[in-house]
């Protein structure tokens, strides 16, 4: 890639980075937590997908603590967020939903190219694309002690782990790794979107 | 060790990921998880005592990323349980239990074995052995919002613990290394089922 | 540092260890855990928050399992509280809370030093140094299926990060190693001390 391309990449990573943050810290006010628990709920759901990724490629320390620019960003997402909550929610929720898309679109892909480099199979590649892309969510609903909504509704993570699939199969069909890389971001994407405007759920047994 | 026996172990350490991954994905259907749900359950139960026990010893990345044949069990067994439900619920609860305690045996033991492999002290042996055993329904039951059944009832991380210390005594006694494995794996299976079958509990505070 | 000092600061760390333990395990039996969920709270409680830098970090094993003093120590605290119960509820409240307070600046200090040593930026030094000092309560409250207590309310996790910021700023400001330790050490003690007696919270959105 052009040194430019990769300027750009890592101010978008920071970007979903920032907006992961900001869901957090929502969800940690919206749960009664003193400003320590914004903070830590912002940390966890923006940077907890990639630090089990490269917990367990055995890339570390992760990511997210050799470069301070990640907790820098996820801190000023909580800040914004507590400090100005009022701005905060007066962010009409379709557009967060929509760049929420995005950002998981981000992560997934993120996720499974660091996999693919590390030389994972390619399920697990997919696996960790998925993981990437909801692994912070995660972790934020078992600290307010719930159950992971990603587990019970909603296309989200299977979303997730539909366009890293995608990209691996470009991959293995000798598609370029910017059109993979391309296709399956925009199906997570599309598909996220899609699924909160049709309303779609998983099936469920009765 | 033979060619025919490793591939009998590998074999018997499939079907052990199989049976534990059907437990897993029946607690998600049982709390209303939907697909996913029931696959990333499935996936925690069989697969996460294994991944815990790896990262800390720095086995990265962990045993059950670099083969994909243990994912791809675990999805099986998720499958399994959600599309033939009515054939899953229909093996009879003693069956299972049983089944369960082997599993439960084999995994405390194949635990001890590879923490020993790594060096580690017998005492800590013995603990990474419980947690092979016993860490996947614990992180089942975190992510159902729930105490883990394992903290408050049953003769079950003990029966593992003692499985896994009996091997590493016997090791340290000088008895050959399979006849170690065979008493720890017996004793474990043995207090088990014995411990379902007359009811027995771990002393508790009043 | 002399000898000497390396073993008191090894008896201090174990101190900090069986402190923790007493606490993580006088948690469980409050929850109504058996026995081995008693154990197994000592241990998450005591070590967890090392366990958690030390993965982090990629020192694995992690000390607490290459040094089998720490889970030696995080039983026999296990096992103080269990049958000694009487003994450990007639410790006075506010002793206990002295003493955490200590053991809370000890663990925040040490997991700042490590992860100094380990060439964290300053930021994420103080990041891990809170993790080192939290992290086990925050996991002995997810076992017990709560939101973590260190997320709504009390001055705690935040006296061991301005304890390891002060420590971080001194060290860069070239103060010698010692008075860094001392300094950051003296203000997370006094800090949790003062915010208990002057029932100090930090703020929190309506």
Known sequence: MQPKQVKLL????LAGTLLFAIEGASAAIANKLDLLGVMVLAFATALGGGLIRDVLIGFVPPNALRDWRYSATA????????????????????????LDAAGLALFAIAGTEKALLFDMPPLIAV???????????TIRDVLL???PNVLRADVYATAALAGSAVMVVGRRLGLSPSV?????GLLCFALRVISV????NLPRLP
Request: glycine residues 18%.
């Open 75 to 98: 801190f000023a997402g909580a800040s914004i967020t507590f400090f100005l909550n009022g701005f905060v929610q007066a962010i009409p929720a379709p557009l967060i939903m929509v």
């Open 180 to 184: 993979s890389v391309f296709l399956g």
């Open 10 to 13: 890592y101010a978008v990573d």
């Open 145 to 147: 002690a719930k159950i």
């Open 197 to 200: 405007w049709r309303h779609w």
């Open 127 to 137: 696996l960790l694309g998925g993981i990437t892309g909801v692994g912070g969510g």
